[in-house]
């Protein structure tokens, strides 16, 4: 029942939200002053699960449940927000607030659980992803995260990499291009393999666009201009949270180039690691990042610990909020990149 606390983040955001004034900013101040805060003082966990816990943490289907309910909670504060914002004249301070809050749900409990749920073996937990991913603009992240990414982590070829030394604001233009330029290059392989057209059922880049058009065009047509303007920048800086923690997530690691001409195999040294609790639970133990890219079909609640994986000294949000200041981040990471994968 711990996971339940990932709701906290929605339910501050949608307390700001409704009383607006300073309040408004409340997601932006519990996400990355108050978690961080906390992920400081408290201690890590490192510890693993036996064989019998891991079995009755599969079969325990609350662990499912718990991320399905993200769905209706995600589009409810969505419409919430925007007849708040259409039906009660808000300053621009409050407008902003209100667009950062909305967008930091839109990432943590939107792509983050699509991201989760995009990996499942179930057909509907798949879709639940994509429905997830829609309010970021983002369902072509689907194709070339599960196609692209898992495949090209830690090399030249994968656009959601940070390379050594760069920047959390060059590695944004680098990632958001480069990640919907693959997917649709991605599509097209896909779709000459099964040699099926451009627009058929299971081409998904061509209705991702449908949908993300239809999206933004049905808000626009029964909510006007500002409920447009709200979903539209409520979504950009959902995706820009995600590909933060694509940053961070990746940052300076490399694979080798074999003599092959082909890169090493992903292992548990690629991804940087969080034991930091709080953040574990808030992100659905997405910070035990390199057990997941080890073996991408593990669901959240059986991630492990590896000792070998590079470990992050802050929790992911306290490392989010490092990155916005790049002197800092490089202070604090360069060191700790391992030395061979610095050339």
């Known amino acids: 029942m711990k996971y339940v606390l990932a709701y906290s983040i929605p339910v501050i955001s949608l307390l700001g939200i409704h009383y607006q004034g300073v309040l408004s900013y409340s997601g932006v101040l519990f996400a990355f002053v108050l978690i961080p805060f906390f992920e400081i003082i408290l201690p890590t966990n490192e510890d693993n699960y036996s064989e019998e816990d891991v079995k009755n943490r599969l079969k325990n289907k609350l662990f499912d449940f718990l991320l399905y309910l993200n769905i209706p909670i995600v589009y409810g504060i969505l419409f919430f927000t925007i007849w ?42 798949r879709i639940f992803g994509k429905i997830l991913l829609i309010p970021s603009h983002y369902t072509h992240f689907f194709i070339e995260h599960n196609h692209g990414h898992h495949l090209h982590v830690s090399t030249p070829n994968d656009p959601s990499t940070a390379k050594y030394n760069q920047s959390l604001y060059t590695f944004w233009w680098q990632t958001v291009s480069g990640t919907y330029i693959k997917a649709w290059e991605i599509q097209k392989k896909l779709n000459q393999i099964e040699n099926r057209p451009f627009y058929a059922i299971k081409s998904d ?59 090493e195999r992903v292992t548990e040294k690629h991804s940087w690691n969080s034991n930091h609790i709080l953040g574990r639970i808030m992100l659905y133990e997405l910070t035990r990042h ?18 070998i994986s590079p470990q992050m000294p802050y929790g992911y949000p306290t490392s989010m909020v490092i990155s916005f200041i790049p002197p800092l981040w490089f202070a604090v990471m360069n060191k700790r990149v391992p030395q061979e994968m610095k050339a």
Request: net charge neutral.
């Open 205 to 263: 880049m061509f209705w991702f666009t449908i949908i993300q058009i239809s999206y933004l065009a049905t808000i626009y047509f029964f909510f006007g201009l500002n409920g447009f303007l709200l979903a539209l920048f409520a979504g950009i800086v959902g995706f820009l949270l995600l590909e933060t923690i694509n940053y961070i997530e990746h940052y300076g690691l490399k694979r080798n180039l074999l003599p092959s001409g082909r890169f």
């Open 84 to 125: 708040k914002i259409t039906h009660n004249h808000l300053s621009v301070f409050e407008l902003i607030g209100t667009t950062l809050s909305l967008g930091i749900v839109l990432g943590a409990n939107g792509i983050n659980v699509a991201h989760e749920l995009g990996h499942r073996e179930k057909l509907y937990e």
């Open 290 to 307: 390199s057990d997941h890219h080890f073996k991408s079909q593990k669901k959240y609640q059986i991630l492990e610990y590896h000792d």
